[in-house]
């Protein structure tokens, strides 16, 4: 997947759940000012109206949370495919995957919803550095997401940034882990299993620790993991 | 034609959204009916009451709103049906009027281009209903049937 297919593919998704949210927005606001409206024609009585309106307005506000989000990632996706030339923040080769997990969860929840594959972020108290940029990642995770979307998703991903220590090396990772139950939970985790970025022999990065995708001790109840290496931390 | 006479159907998996806008349609005097996905769309469509006008959302999860056009005009092709999207480029737009939908919003809408669109497609719809009855009682029955039969185009 190259750089402007990843860009694409999330700007697409976000933008159909910006879109969404603004026609909520619209509806509530709407309503409110029709219910307003014929209270000032005499049509009924606006005080018994108040609690749908603050209802819908209560509805429009976090809908408009819900839009800062998309455009906060939106922003954050478009500041790391241009290196921070504009000076929104990241250098070109350094990210917090906590971020980009945070704002890969967001913008891919639309086109996860379709796919019947829901992703929850699950940010590390403290930043998870990379070596890397953010788009890097961002191609990374959506290769993970396509293997699961691929064999009919039903599942539920959750990605939860990590350091991992081997032999004096820090890395930076993404732990996938597959939490769901469901009926097709073997096909994605068959995807997985398959998945060329869990790999461990990666071009150029031999010296890695070799671990596999595995699950993790305790049985299903723990869960299913998976580890996205990213790159090396500071 | 008065508001009474249109049945709406509301289909989008956006719950807020569709309950709201029916809420606000009802203000106005149109009684609309709301589904949250394709299937539930498609029983009301085939029981009871079927709706003279379905306003979809192109982009649900499971069944999608291409399945559910294909679906409606299966069921009955004189329904008209409006596509409200946050997602088509010009291929959806095209693919969806090549299937048969009546017109093409994009979300989020004004009301009112809504109502515009619901109430040109009921009065095409009855327009094609007086049509096809006229050539029926002369006996042009298989242009009648023409008039009124479900076109796929993208069956071709």
Redesign the interface.
Known sequence: MTNEECMGRLVVSATHDLRNALAVIRECAGLSEDMLRMAAEGKGDVNARVPRMLEALAQAQAQVRRGAALAESMGHLANSASGGADGGGSPANRCDLNRVVEDFCVMIARRGKACALETEACPAPEPVMAATSALDVFRDLLDVFDACAAVGGGAHLRLAPTVLKSAGISTGAVACEVVSHGENTDMVLAALTSCPLLRPARSGRDSWPHWLSRLVPGGQEAGRRFVLPVNTAE | MTAQDVKILLVD??V??VD??S??LA?RGFTAQVAYDGPAALAKVREGTPPDVIVLDL????M?GFEVLRGVKKINPQIQVIILT??GGDAEEVAAFRMGAYSFL??????DELLGSIRMAFRDRLENAMVAASLAEQGDFASAQEVMAEKDLLKD
């Open positions: 998996d956006e807020q959204f709201t806008l809420e606000r203000m982009r649900m999860p499971g999608d946050g997602h994009k979300k989020p809408m004004d009301i």
